[in-house]
T-cell receptor, first 114, second 117 residues
Framework: DAGVTQSPTHLIKTRGQQVTLRCSPK?????VSWYQQALGQGPQFIFQ???????QRGNFPDRFSGHQFPNYSSELNVNALLLGDSALYLC?????????????FGPGTRLTVL | DQQVKQNSPSLSVQEGRISILNCDYT??????FLWYKKYPAEGPTFLIS?????DKNEDGRFTVFLNKSAKHLSLHIVPSQPGDSAVYFC????????????????FGKGTKLSVKP
């Protein structure tokens, strides 16, 4: 049973560019959440997707957008990259209607903005 | 304003002894709490959770205690093993805001646990 997978593992971009990160949820999960983890900080919630719609959103600007596909996989897009966007981007999958259904995290994508 | 606080950035414990990791929260709407463990170059791994209707949950060597009046929770690891060395994150959710699902998790900054042989 494959867990949550993310691609690419590492990415280097320059300021002003755009980036797309990808996530495949754990088998059987229908919900994908994205988190940003800056160095020395805990993960910070970006948004959550269920039924191909954004259901919840954290305190992130509109430069951060996402998409969920019919097979439940998801993309995170960041436009007009800033140096401060350098971080580990984590994807977590879960079942939408389950308080006790754990969010399982992928290994993350390390984004470096130069 | 940090809603979930882990005030100890690091903790060092001898193998076989108890490790106690602490977490404080400020939002009284939080009703579900979790602990995650993170190794370098890996994503966080779920350890144990507790609902606000309970004050204790146990799973093998791991026990989480919740004190709602103090808005405090702790994770006890007994006995500690070198393989437990990792960064531990406390997380909280206000599930009632999300129709009963976990919604977004609010994380603390983490505590780095080192278990020495």
């Amino acid at each position: 049973d494959a867990g949550v997978t993310q691609s690419p593992t590492h990415l280097i971009k320059t300021r002003g560019q755009q980036v797309t990160l990808r996530c495949s949820p754990k088998s059987g999960h229908d919900t994908v959440s994205w988190y940003q983890q800056a160095l020395g900080q805990g993960p910070q919630f970006i948004f959550q997707y269920y039924e191909e719609e954004e259901r919840q959103r954290g305190n992130f600007p509109d430069r951060f957008s996402g998409h969920q596909f019919p097979n439940y996989s998801s993309e995170l897009n960041v436009n007009a990259l800033l140096l401060g966007d350098s971080a580990l981007y984590l994807c977590a999958s879960s079942l939408y209607r389950g308080v006790t259904d754990t969010q399982y995290f992928g290994p993350g994508t390390r984004l470096t903005v130069l | 304003d940090q809603q979930v606080k882990q005030n100890s950035p690091s903790l060092s414990v001898q193998e076989g002894r108890i490790s106690i990791l602490n977490c404080d929260y400020t939002n009284s709407m939080f009703d579900y709490f979790l602990w995650y463990k993170k190794y370098p170059a890996e994503g966080p791994t779920f350890l144990i959770s507790i609902s606000s209707i309970k004050d204790k949950n146990e799973d093998g060597r791991f026990t989480v205690f919740l004190n709602k009046s103090a808005k405090h929770l702790s994770l006890h690891i007994v006995p500690s093993q070198p393989g437990d060395s990792a960064v531990y994150f406390c997380a909280a959710s206000a599930t009632m805001n999300y129709g009963g699902s976990q919604g977004n998790l609010i994380f603390g900054k983490g505590t780095k646990l080192s278990v020495k042989p």
